[in-house]
């Protein structure tokens, strides 16, 4: 009896498999095709148009410490701009960087990921020392906009937080201009 359950399970699993392969692909996963499938992408044109996301900006805040405060915006194009200490517009910085294709595809692809795990606009701590976060990725039919405030989000949207945050070391930035 065991056999026969462990058998109609298993043929259970099997046509739950069949269904997810004969589901549409999405653009993620045809982007995901384009980017594993070739050492440099060859249409750049064909994967920007399959990118819904035309800009992905991060907002870092303050803290009750030394925490970095910027406002980095990258575009679909491979424009980015940072304005450092955004919020004393005195103070502020601004610098301009590229940004791959290929990278830019799979930060729009993490975005997607993001967004389908935070479905909320806010996530708060309940403490008052730490930094707060807000991600706005736009599409031509509006935006997703998030904010999170001493990292409690779902645990994808902190992966996102931290990539856009490496991301801003890594680029090569050029400017400095009031």
Known sequence: MSKIVAIVVLLGLASCQSEVERSPTTWADEIQELVASHPMIR???Q???LIPYESITIER????????????TINRNGTALLTTDHLLPREA?????SIGLKDYARLAQVVEIA???????EYMGQWTDDFGVTITAKTAHGAW?????GQVAPAELWAL?????HTRSDLQWAGGVR
């Open 43 to 45: 249409d750049e044109e």
């Open 47 to 49: 994967v920007r148009s």
């Open 161 to 165: 937080e931290e990539l856009l945050h």
């Open 61 to 72: 805040g303050p803290c009750f410490g030394s925490c970095p405060v910027y406002k980095m």
């Open 145 to 149: 906009r998030v904010h999170d405030y």
């Open 93 to 97: 910085l601004r610098y301009s960087a």
């Open 115 to 121: 967004r389908r795990a935070a479905p909320r606009a």
